[in-house]
């Protein structure tokens, strides 16, 4: 039987629930995420956890949280440095925004809270494809920010230095005035040395105009239908939809009182975590 993993995770709004400064409020989140991770495993020696964070700002001016703002990601890569310092893995938001529209506000907030996580090294990153605070979703800025992730990880990976990739060898050979595009070295490396989008368009002017002038957005949008078009679900096998579905219909036909009886604190059955 597979182990149960805990996502143990803490959320502090600053200025809100959290102390205003960002080392304060990580303080604050440390101790609290510590609190859960030490409470597990009393109940659960050993059980595996995720040290987790969704902490940000708040909009001083209204008080609702700006999960897009930059101190967002600059809080995730705080806290992977923490959960390194731990040895555990981390979960972090990233790729978020308070823009309610797929717009360049967008584009600039998922880029600043998810490259900094990234580059952090936060192991498991949430909230693709989300607007207005992660409240909302769409189709387009999921694929783009599959794009997006990519670019990231590319920024990640740096430069590799070695005889192979500095090529002096093939420098000279080619030498001035020469070009590298007909060379095996430049077959063999461009498809792992450069991240290659499928979205971003990168056409001459003309030639983006010649096939529609369409965006990033436009290209993202189609690449969405045609894949919720072409998809096929994985189907269940008759018997075990079957069950699923005799189980779902018993707990419709339970009362809501039967519910709320499990919270009685004498019913609870704390070793089960």
């Not at 909230?127 to 189709?139: F, I, K, R, V």
């Not at 420098?171 to 490396?189: K, Q």
């Not at 949008?221 to 269940?236: D, F, G, M, S, T």
Request: charged letters at 25%.
């Amino acid at each position: 039987m597979p182990k149960k993993r805990t996502h143990t995770f803490a959320f502090a709004g600053k200025g809100g629930s959290g102390k205003t400064t960002l080392a304060g409020l990580l303080a604050q989140q440390n101790a609290n995420i510590l609190a859960h991770i030490t409470l597990a495993q009393i109940f659960r020696p050993g059980i595996p956890v995720l040290y987790g964070t969704v902490s940000t700002v708040a909009n001083m001016r209204l008080g609702n949280v700006a999960l897009g703002s930059v101190e967002t990601g600059l809080i995730s890569a705080a806290s992977a440095q923490l959960a390194r310092h731990y040895c555990l893995p981390i979960r972090s938001v990233g790729g978020t925004t308070d823009s309610k529209l797929e717009d360049v506000q967008a584009g600039i907030e998922r880029t600043t809270t998810l490259v900094q996580a990234v580059l952090a090294g936060v192991d498991f990153i949430t909230c693709a494809g989300t607007l207005d605070g992660s409240m909302m979703e769409s189709d387009a800025l999921l694929v783009l920010d599959d794009e997006l992730c990519g670019a990231a990880l590319r920024m990640a990976r740096g430069i590799e230095v070695n005889e192979d990739t500095l090529a002096v060898d093939l420098i000279r050979e080619v030498g001035p005035g020469g070009h590298y595009l007909a060379e095996t070295h430049t077959v063999n490396h461009f498809r792992k040395e450069h991240f290659i989008p499928r979205l971003m368009v990168r056409d001459p002017y003309d030639a983006w105009v010649d096939g529609g002038s369409k965006s990033a957005l436009d290209l993202a949008k189609e690449r969405a239908n045609k894949i919720l078009a072409e998809h096929q679900p994985r189907q269940l096998e008759k018997a075990v939809s079957d069950e699923l579905e005799k189980y779902r219909q018993m707990v419709a036909e339970r009362p809501i009182e039967e519910f709320y009886a499990y919270e009685d604190e004498a019913r609870q059955d704390f070793r089960a975590l």
